[in-house]
């Protein structure tokens, strides 16, 4: 890459990293208030289940794909408010390192994991994935779920995955897919900071070219539909509020419909993927 090229790179991944802290640290409470602490798509196996039970079965159905191992060393990209942390380290003994753009999302999980008095298993810090230093040959499983869609430059993202790995290491990926090519999907990547939204044929040739095979995928869009039915419900719900709040809320707001309606057009779909070194 010569000098010039390498500038523009470090100011597109500078730009980017500061348009997604600004994003989820001025939407913080909104997130929490419309969808909790689990900053991630419900599994609706019936279209019944509460937001949290379906929160879990997500949570659950990734790690049976991934025949996660007991007390792995997990590296959770994208880490939220600590959730997805706390469940791996309470169910399954898993030492987790998260990392996290936004201070506001830490602040308030490092306050939940030390209540829970999980802070000796769950350790979160404020670093970029894209220019995170990944220690070879250091995690068990890397866990990204829902971050990947904020990255930039994808293919280099899997490739230091697949140097942080030890042997038999474990990939999960859960990721909105679909082709930027469609409106309504560079719609979804506008309201939520995403440079790019690839397709799941896109996220199977990443993984195979960083030398990682893919075990298992999954199409689960008719499973996590509700998830955006419900926060859709739920922000009406708070009226003439939506017209006092800051223009990202607004915009926020103006994004459930947007993604909804890719999901329900069939141009947008969530992919589950799970793959192994070796």
Known sequence: MSTTSGIIADAALDSNEE?????????????????GD???????????????????EMLQQCTSMLRMPIAARVLDVGCGYGATGMFLASKLACEVDGI???????????KKIA???LSSKVRLR???????AYPADHYDVVWTMESSEHFVYKQKYFHLVRRTLRRDGRLLVAAWTGSMTRYSVSGVAKHFVCPEICTADDYVGFIETAGMRVQQLVNATKYVVPTWQICLRRIRRSGPLKHFVPGGVRSFADGLEVILDAYLSGDLTYTIIAAQVG
């Open 126 to 132: 404020l670093q970029d994935a894209e220019s995170f």
């Open 38 to 56: 689990h900053l991630h798509h419900g599994w609706f196996s019936t279209g019944a289940e509460k937001p949290r039970e379906a929160q879990i």
């Open 115 to 117: 209540a829970a008095q």
């Open 19 to 35: 348009a997604i802290r600004r994003h989820y640290d001025s939407l913080s409470f909104w997130y929490r208030l419309f969808w």
């Open 100 to 110: 996290n753009l936004s201070p506001n999302q830490l602040m308030v999980a490092k």
